[in-house]
């Protein structure tokens, strides 16, 4: 209870010192109620494989508005351009992954970095990235992986004036085992599992330091599935299954896309099951409780008119309540 109402009086202290900064800009704002955390892969944007539109980047712009995000964790950005081109003027720092100065591991016709963009008031570290995500095919026993070309897992640091650090993580993890029922012995699901031992690994250092975590972005999989070996894995027991949360788990999905897929004819569909999740540490999971997780849908009127994204926004809001510490 003492971590939780640490945590509480960090998030706190983050908006107190938010407030001021905001005030710097010439733009008096009242004292912000809850952190909210938007993830949304953003399906190639910046690149010529997905061209857009004047419109459409001001829909993508819109959509930030509406939400007005404190930290944006995004997945499927070819460049830090491409992002400031959407985001409100002067109000977020961007924090792209580590793999876009691997020129051996990037492409010259467009990628897809995970990274974030997070309120120029809220106080940052960089560390280094979760590069061992990076891996062309899993290994076989005895053999050491082979890095590819896949996405690493961006790694920030959020500092209140006091209390707890959190530890944000934005991941896209290996496509092609959406779901439990794939073959685990498949080559994407045995990428996915090598990936799955990575962030395990990671947690286990939080959970060790009795730190703050909260991994976001597009999973691959459907991890809220009853039994799912993705999750299981993740919380394990050797890293205390009570400590680590899908907060996503009972979210109602329903997102309608367009598939952008080039020389065809335009196919859509709705998804009414998640691959893009929040997982977190038990604090943060505790105070979620008055809080809340959705799916940002987007209209079939604007799927139809404009080129947006496979992927609707997930958003995490947890609220900063009067009285309670936080």
Not at 163 to 177: A, D, E
Request: include cysteine; charge should be positive.
């Amino acid at each position: 209870m003492t971590f939780i109402l640490i945590l509480c009086v960090s998030f706190f202290s983050i908006f107190s010192y938010a407030s001021d900064s905001q005030s710097s800009f010439g733009r008096e704002q009242p004292q912000r109620q809850s952190l909210t955390v938007m993830s949304w892969n953003l399906e190639w944007f910046g690149t010529p494989r997905v061209p857009r539109t004047d419109a459409d980047y001001a829909y993508f712009t819109d959509v930030i508005r509406r939400v007005s995000p404190d930290i944006i964790a995004f997945q499927e950005a070819d460049s830090k351009e491409a992002v400031e081109r959407i985001l409100p003027k002067d109000q977020y720092s961007l924090y792209l992954s580590d793999r876009h100065g691997k020129a051996s591991e990037s492409f010259r016709d467009g990628n897809q970095y995970t990274g974030f963009a997070i309120r120029q008031s809220l106080p940052v570290s960089d560390p280094q990235d979760i590069a061992s995500l990076n891996i062309r095919t899993a290994p076989k026993s005895g053999e050491r992986a082979r890095k590819g070309r896949l996405r690493y897992g961006t790694y920030v640091i959020v500092h209140p004036q006091s209390g707890t650090p959190i530890h944000l993580l934005s991941v896209h993890l290996k496509s092609g085992c959406y779901t439990s029922k794939i073959n685990r012995q498949s080559a994407s699901c045995r990428v996915l599992s090598y990936q799955a031992g990575v962030l395990k690994n990671w947690i286990d250092q939080r959970l060790a330091a009795k730190e703050s975590f909260l991994i976001s972005g597009d999973f691959n999989h459907r991890m809220a599935d009853s039994g799912d070996w993705l999750y299981r894995s993740l919380s394990a027991p050797s890293s205390d299954r009570h400590s680590v949360h899908l907060l996503t788990k009972d979210v109602n999905a329903s997102c309608y896309v367009r598939l952008n897929r080039s020389k065809r004819k335009a196919e859509y569909r709705r998804y009414t099951a998640l691959i893009d999740h929040f997982v977190a540490s038990a604090d943060i999971a505790d105070v979620l409780r008055q809080g809340k997780v959705y799916q940002y849908p987007f209209s079939q009127k604007d799927v139809s008119r404009l080129t947006l994204s496979d992927h609707c926004p997930l958003v995490l809001d947890i609220p900063l309540l009067p009285g309670s510490g936080l």
